[in-house]
């Protein structure tokens, strides 16, 4: 990230051609798409890659697409169950050095000819284009009932096994 923007500064402005927000599935397969095209690109990530897919239960069976079926993109995976995927999408990652930026993007604005990523630390981000790509977990809508916040309460379910035979 830090070296893209220095690379864009070299010659001679300070704008991507494009900012992914997000490093997940959808994130990554832009950013290989991007690296294919010879763009310049940064990939802004709040938490860690591949988060939402980490963050599944433990051993939940994947479906990803039908067998015969020959994506077009980049990013290719065969895996059927979480840990395999995530291993499949970090070594495709690092095959096609595909670094991430931590931040957390609060808006885009447009500046002129470029738009702007105001992250909620350091400075803006310029690119030409933005992809945003930041799925659909992440902030998990709550109840709005008394103890939902306490230390005993999980909004997710990382692995069954925790609690079986337990009373819940």
Do not use: W
């Not at 990803?64 to 079926?69: D, K, L, Q």
């Amino acid at each position: 990230g830090d070296l893209v923007l220095q690379q864009a500064r070299a010659r001679g402005n300070d704008a991507v051609d494009v900012a992914i927000v997000g490093a997940g599935v959808s994130g990554v397969a832009a950013a290989i798409e991007a690296r294919k095209r010879g763009l310049s690109f940064l990939v802004l990530e709040s938490s860690k890659p591949f988060s939402t897919i980490i963050d599944f239960p433990a051993r939940k069976p994947i479906y990803t697409y039908p067998a015969e079926m020959d994506p077009s993109g980049g990013l290719k995976v065969t895996a059927d169950v979480k840990e395999k995927l995530v291993e499949e999408l970090e070594e495709q990652a690092r095959r096609h050095d595909i670094r991430t930026t931590p931040g957390r993007c609060e808006r885009i604005r447009r500046q002129g000819e470029l738009l702007e990523l105001v992250l909620a630390k350091g400075e803006p981000i310029r690119a030409r284009r933005v992809v945003v790509a930041i799925g659909r977990s992440g902030e998990y809508r709550r109840l709005g009932v008394p103890g939902e916040d306490l230390p005993k309460v999980y909004h997710r379910l990382h692995d069954p096994r925790d609690y079986a035979g337990k009373r819940v």
